[in-house]
């Protein structure tokens, strides 16, 4: 059903709804107090039909004003100037029908016609204003959850632009040296050399993917950080040492794609390749009540600007916020014996 449709239904069912309930409510109070006559229902009818007419005109005209979408004070204001106008139409042309029809009560044929008018037009107000606040109330809520209905896919959008921005960035900064390590072992070791472009190739094959994916199990981003690994070795060679501590628990547990290899890369580049010796990488996972806890430790010493310039670590930070708000956490710091730890905790998800 087209929406404009939908609306229409909708409107003439609530419509259709109110009127009905208004007509119960006056024959059942009408029958209790044994005023149920053919007057009585004549004019009921004719009130309920004039109710019906004339709020659908005030509907037209809300609509065709725009009301709804000014501000809130034209919006109360002109709900009751229309109120006020419609009272006052159907005051005047409900009263001659009255007379028309012989439908008027004992007492209305004692008074002046104009203060019967007076008398069609008070009561036409209060229903018309109650069925102005209905319709108001409908509205505003209606507009209040759209909006916020809005301002969430906004955001969802904008944390999604976000996160590919993020992600986007994260590209091996190793690619030219990884090229030049296979470059040598070319003429001295070629089988070697193809696994190495084996190994780079799938690198890169991951970082094309990391644009659609937003976690993977723990396992699986392991096996990037080893094929990242397995390439600074040719660079490094005995110079890298790896070791791996990770709880078997934990290899199923989803973590944001290409975050490890993120922070082995900033180990490697800010740590193990300024000291002329080499370094140890360690990698650590556990899981800790209900998060899983990935530590990376590195030789080297945490200069001053790298939290502030480094994007490995402006990117994790970042990821870690968008994806889970502060059920997340990561913190960088120094450890005794020029030692550096990242610590990242994940929230599990179920």
Same mark, same amino acid.
């Given at each position: 059903?087209?929406?404009?449709?939908?609306?229409?239904?909708?409107?003439?069912?609530?419509?259709?709804?109110?009127?009905?309930?208004?007509?119960?409510?006056?024959?059942?109070?009408?029958?209790?107090?044994?005023?149920?006559?053919?007057?009585?229902?004549?004019?009921?009818?004719?009130?309920?039909?004039?109710?019906?007419?004339?709020?659908?005109?005030?509907?037209?005209?809300?609509?065709?004003?725009?009301?709804?979408?000014?501000?809130?004070?034209?919006?109360?204001?002109?709900?009751?100037?229309?109120?006020?106008?419609?009272?006052?139409?159907?005051?005047?042309?409900?009263?001659?029908?009255?007379?028309?029809?012989?439908?008027?009560?004992?007492?209305?044929?004692?008074?002046?016609? #104009?203060?019967?008018?007076?008398?069609?037009?008070?009561?036409?107000?209060?229903?018309?204003?109650?069925?102005?606040?209905?319709?108001?109330?409908?509205?505003?809520?209606?507009?209040?959850?759209?909006?916020?209905?809005?301002?969430?896919?906004?955001?969802?959008?904008?944390?999604?632009?976000?996160?590919?921005?993020?992600?986007?960035?994260?590209?091996?900064?190793?690619?030219?040296?990884?090229?030049?390590?296979?470059?040598?072992?070319?003429?001295?070791?070629?089988?070697?050399?193809?696994?190495?472009?084996?190994?780079?190739?799938?690198?890169?094959?991951?970082?094309?993917?990391?644009?659609?994916?937003?976690?993977?199990?723990?396992?699986?981003?392991?096996?990037?950080?080893?094929?990242?690994?397995?390439?600074?070795?040719?660079?490094?060679?005995?110079?890298?040492?790896?070791?791996?501590?990770?709880?078997?628990?934990?290899?199923?547990?989803?973590?944001?794609?290409?975050?490890?290899?993120?922070?082995?890369?900033?180990?490697?580049?800010?740590?193990?390749?300024?000291?002329?010796?080499?370094?140890?990488?360690?990698?650590?996972?556990?899981?800790?009540?209900?998060?899983?806890?990935?530590?990376?430790?590195?030789?080297?010493?945490?200069?001053?600007?790298?939290?502030?310039?480094?994007?490995?670590?402006?990117?994790?930070? #970042?990821?870690?916020?968008?994806?889970?708000?502060?059920?997340?956490?990561?913190?960088?710091?120094?450890?005794?014996?020029?030692?550096?730890?990242?610590?990242?905790?994940?929230?599990?998800?179920?």
């Amino acid at each position: 059903m087209p929406p404009l449709l939908h609306k229409l239904n909708r409107y003439w069912l609530f419509q259709a709804t109110g009127w009905g309930l208004f007509i119960l409510i006056n024959v059942f109070f009408a029958v209790t107090y044994d005023r149920l006559t053919e007057v009585f229902l004549a004019r009921l009818m004719v009130f309920v039909l004039f109710g019906l007419f004339f709020t659908h005109l005030m509907r037209l005209s809300i609509r065709h004003l725009n009301l709804l979408s000014k501000s809130l004070e034209i919006q109360i204001g002109g709900l009751i100037g229309l109120n006020i106008i419609f009272s006052f139409l159907i005051g005047v042309i409900e009263a001659p029908v009255t007379e028309i029809l012989r439908i008027r009560t004992v007492d209305e044929m004692l008074l002046n016609e #104009s203060i019967v008018i007076l008398s069609h037009t008070f009561y036409a107000f209060v229903y018309l204003f109650i069925w102005n606040m209905i319709y108001f109330m409908f509205h505003y809520i209606n507009k209040s959850r759209t909006q916020q209905l809005d301002t969430l896919k906004l955001q969802a959008l904008v944390k999604e632009l976000e996160l590919k921005t993020i992600k986007s960035h994260i590209n091996p900064h190793f690619i030219f040296n990884a090229l030049n390590s296979i470059r040598a072992l070319v003429d001295e070791d070629p089988e070697r050399a193809r696994e190495a472009i084996t190994t780079l190739s799938n690198i890169l094959r991951s970082s094309m993917q990391a644009e659609n994916i937003e976690t993977v199990p723990l396992s699986r981003e392991l096996t990037i950080v080893k094929d990242y690994l397995a390439l600074e070795y040719i660079r490094f060679e005995d110079r890298l040492k790896v070791d791996y501590k990770i709880a078997e628990d934990t290899l199923q547990i989803a973590v944001p794609y290409m975050m490890l290899q993120t922070l082995v890369e900033n180990a490697i580049k800010h740590g193990i390749s300024k000291n002329l010796n080499g370094g140890v990488i360690m990698i650590i996972s556990e899981r800790l009540d209900h998060h899983l806890l990935l530590t990376i430790q590195n030789t080297g010493k945490l200069n001053d600007n790298i939290p502030k310039e480094g994007f490995g670590i402006q990117s994790t930070a #970042s990821r870690l916020l968008l994806m889970f708000g502060n059920e997340a956490s990561f913190d960088i710091y120094n450890l005794p014996n020029y030692m550096v730890e990242a610590k990242v905790t994940i929230p599990l998800v179920s």
